[in-house]
T-cell receptor, first 113, second 114 residues
Framework: DAKTTQPPSMDCAEGRAANLPCNHS???????VYWYRQIHSQGPQYIIH???NNETNEMASLIITEDRKSSTLILPHATLRDTAVYYC??????????????FGKGTKLSVKP | DAGVIQSPRHEVTEMGQEVTLRCKPI?????LFWYRQTMMRGLELLIY????????DSGMPEDRFSAKMPNASFSTLKIQPSEPRDSAVYFC????????????FGPGTRLTVL
């Protein structure tokens, strides 16, 4: 699986949008971009995933560049409960196999009042 | 839905003892994963089951570790004998089907081996 690069930490003001970048310059055509987060002392939580189109759900939006070499996770109105480590993962989906989730170090997002 | 259930939540044991961690996946999910998280190595996949069959155990660190899934609603991860370097948080996750479906993680078991 391709590797990802994320900033180690970011701050965001409560109520503002949090934009978390991820570089995955070696991504292959059959690799999806996944985002998970881990709130302190809890298990990771799925946020969103996409292949090449932008995606939105009730938690966040995922913007993938046209060349697919980078993406941005957007939390539109960050709250204190969004303080967590955010992991960007690229993952192969091929036939019957399930590409493993390989967690890097992620970005520690701190939402401040 | 109760989500993925893990027990115990905390385990403290002495080096050389056998440790058994338990997991109940979400009902209807047919894929189950065991992960280990440490400060040094982050979150690592240990083993993955699909339809109760181990598919990928390449992450199991050594023969002291073993995992079983006797039925669709229960899995165990056993460490025998345990060592201090096994101290970590162990997470179980489950998902529906194979492919790109999201994994739902349990609350984890914090293991301390003295």
């Amino acid at each position: 699986d391709a590797k990802t690069t994320q900033p180690p930490s970011m701050d965001c003001a409560e109520g503002r949008a949090a934009n978390l970048p991820c570089n995955h310059s070696t991504i292959s055509g059959n690799e999806y971009v996944y985002w998970y987060r881990q709130i302190h002392s809890q298990g990771p939580q799925y946020i969103i995933h996409g292949l090449k189109n932008n995606e939105t759900n009730e938690m966040a939006s995922l913007i993938i560049t046209e060349d697919r070499k980078s993406s941005t996770l957007i939390l539109p109105h960050a709250t204190l409960r969004d303080t967590a480590v955010y992991y960007c993962i690229v993952r192969v989906i091929s036939g019957g196999s399930q590409g493993n989730l390989i967690f890097g170090k992620g970005t520690k997002l701190s939402v401040k009042p | 839905d109760a989500g993925v259930i893990q027990s115990p939540r905390h385990e403290v044991t002495e080096m050389g003892q056998e440790v058994t961690l338990r997991c109940k996946p979400i009902s209807g999910h047919n894929s189950l994963f065991w992960y280990r998280q440490t400060m040094m190595r982050g979150l690592e996949l240990l083993i993955y089951f699909n339809n109760n069959v181990p598919i990928d155990d390449s992450g199991m660190p050594e023969d002291r570790f073993s995992a079983k899934m006797p039925n669709a609603s229960f899995s165990t991860l056993k460490i025998q004998p345990s060592e201090p370097r096994d101290s970590a948080v162990y997470f179980c996750a489950s998902s529906l089907g194979r492919g790109y479906n999201e994994q739902f993680f349990g609350p984890g078991t914090r293991l301390t081996v003295l």
